[in-house]
């Protein structure tokens, strides 16, 4: 059974860094490229970054860019997002999850397999 499962949340201050995870299970990572997004509070879901399966590119939501890293090690089959210099914005359920492509346009729409996410409390 193909699964996506999320690690590493957790609660951090603010200006804070963690790191989350998405462990692949049940398929090959390498075919697939990998989304992470986020809900906070009352809102809804966004994409914040996504990696393409083989040619090293990356796309990130403004309000990431030079804070955040996206990762992924096919040997391990997980995908990484380095979260740096946090704020209280950033709080959230961060999810991941999987397409052929990275089409940043119709990111959650071409997702076909979604994690069931981890929290993030960035917080005094």
């Known amino acids: 059974q193909s699964q996506l499962v999320e690690s590493g949340g957790g609660l951090v201050q603010p200006g804070g860094s963690l790191s989350v995870s998405c462990a692949a299970s049940g398929f090959t990572l390498d075919d697939y490229a990998i989304g992470w997004f986020r809900q906070a509070p009352g809102k809804e879901r966004e994409g914040v970054s996504c990696i393409t399966k083989n040619d090293g590119k990356f796309y990130y939501v403004d309000s990431a860019k030079g804070r955040f890293t996206i990762s992924r090690d096919n040997a391990k089959s997980t995908v990484y997002l380095q979260m740096n210099n946090l704020n209280p914005a950033d709080t959230g359920v961060y999810s991941c999850?999987?397409?052929?492509?990275?089409?940043?346009?119709?990111?959650?729409?071409?997702?076909?397999?979604w994690g069931k996410g981890t929290l993030v409390n960035v917080s005094s």
């Open positions: 999850a999987r397409a052929r492509q990275c089409r940043w346009n119709q990111l959650q729409s071409s997702m076909d397999l």
